[in-house]
């Protein structure tokens, strides 16, 4: 249980262009989703917290029109990088909140996003 | 404010040895979880064992354990039986704070198990 899919896994576009990526919770329904960017060598920094049939919230420094943020069902989540730019190339994960108990955060396996 | 350390970037252990990954953290919350997460090469975060602030016993998952000190703010994970599949970054995480699921995440040690 407590499966998280993301897809795509990998994604190569060119600059300008905007790319969507979906966190789906497989299993289990999940009113609260995170993403989070991940460079080489560091650290997990959060991005933003998806909220099911509210505006996301997202943490300071992190732009809100460029990456946007749809959490329009208990399975889905998902974060559109609009305008692309090769800085934003990098790894980004979902989680999922299994709720009741510890509220553990269960992670997508990823998708490593690349601008040219 | 929340702050999780990881003392150790790299650690290498022996196939079929034990090994103690290091954790402390930081908040004034007195409700709070512990978590530690492996995240292989290919990129996913793999949840493996969970703490809580009020629980009497460490945790135990199969060869993972948690070495919960309260007093000292440690939550060190022990693997037992290394194995090479267990070569990976490890990630202590924390969350703290009434009705809040959002981690505090350390900056890591990356395992490596030698044959």
């Known amino acids: 249980g407590a499966v998280v899919s993301q897809h795509p896994s990998r994604v190569i576009c060119k600059s300008g262009t905007s790319v969507k990526i979906e966190c789906r919770s497989l299993d289990f329904q999940a009113t609260t989703m995170f993403w989070y960017r991940q460079f080489p060598k560091q650290s997990l920094m959060l991005m933003a917290t998806?909220?099911?049939?509210?505006?996301?919230?997202?943490e300071q420094g992190v732009e809100k029109d460029k990456f946007l943020i749809n959490h329009a069902s208990l399975t889905l989540s998902t974060l559109t990088v609009t305008s692309a730019h090769p800085e934003d190339s990098s790894f980004y994960i979902c989680?999922?909140?299994?709720?009741?108990?510890?509220?553990?955060?269960?992670f997508g396996p990823g998708t490593r996003l690349l601008v040219l | 404010a929340q702050k999780i350390t990881q003392t150790q970037p790299g650690m290498f252990v022996q196939e079929k040895e034990a090994v103690t990954l290091d954790c402390t953290y930081d908040?004034?919350?007195?409700?709070?979880?512990l978590f530690w997460y492996k995240q292989p090469s290919s990129g996913e975060m793999i949840f493996l064992i969970y703490?809580?602030?009020?629980?009497?016993q460490n945790a135990t998952e199969g060869r993972y354990s948690l070495n919960f000190q309260k007093a000292r703010k440690s939550a060190n994970l022990v693997i037992s039986a290394s194995q090479l599949g267990d070569s990976a970054m490890y990630f202590c995480a924390l969350n703290s704070g009434a009705g809040s699921y959002q981690l505090t995440f350390g900056k890591g040690t990356k395992l490596s198990v030698i044959p």
């Open positions: 998806s909220n099911e049939g509210s505006k996301a919230t997202y």
């Open positions: 989680s999922a909140i299994l709720e009741g108990g510890q509220g553990t955060q269960y």
């Open positions: 703490q809580g602030s009020y629980d009497q």
């Open positions: 908040t004034s919350d007195p409700s709070y979880g």
